[in-house]
């Protein structure tokens, strides 16, 4: 994947994750879902994401949402790997 392993974030150093993280980032992202998928059910059809003068400029569907259930849980990822690669 990458062409330089000693740095790939993918095959290379710091990749491995502990029992604990792996559970964190799981848990994080259920815990997610669960509190979107129960607040699509009381968000309106659409959602504006931009006002201007004129009123909402750019709307797009409540299930626009989704795209963010991973976030938590790659930012801790990535938290992490950071703090146990400043050791």
């Known amino acids: 994947i990458c062409r330089r392993q000693d740095w790939c974030p ?8 502990d029992k604990v993280s792996v559970m964190t980032v799981v848990l994080l992202t259920v815990i997610t879902l669960a509190v979107i998928v129960a607040a699509l059910f009381f968000l ?7 006002f201007g003068p004129t009123g909402a400029g750019t709307v797009v569907s ?26």
């Open 10 to 17: 993918v095959v290379g150093k710091g990749v491995e994750m």
């Open 44 to 50: 309106p059809d659409v959602i504006p994401l931009h």
């Open 62 to 87: 409540k299930f626009f949402l989704l795209l963010f259930v991973p976030a938590p849980a790659l930012i801790y990822a990535a938290v992490r790997r950071k703090s146990r690669r400043d050791r």
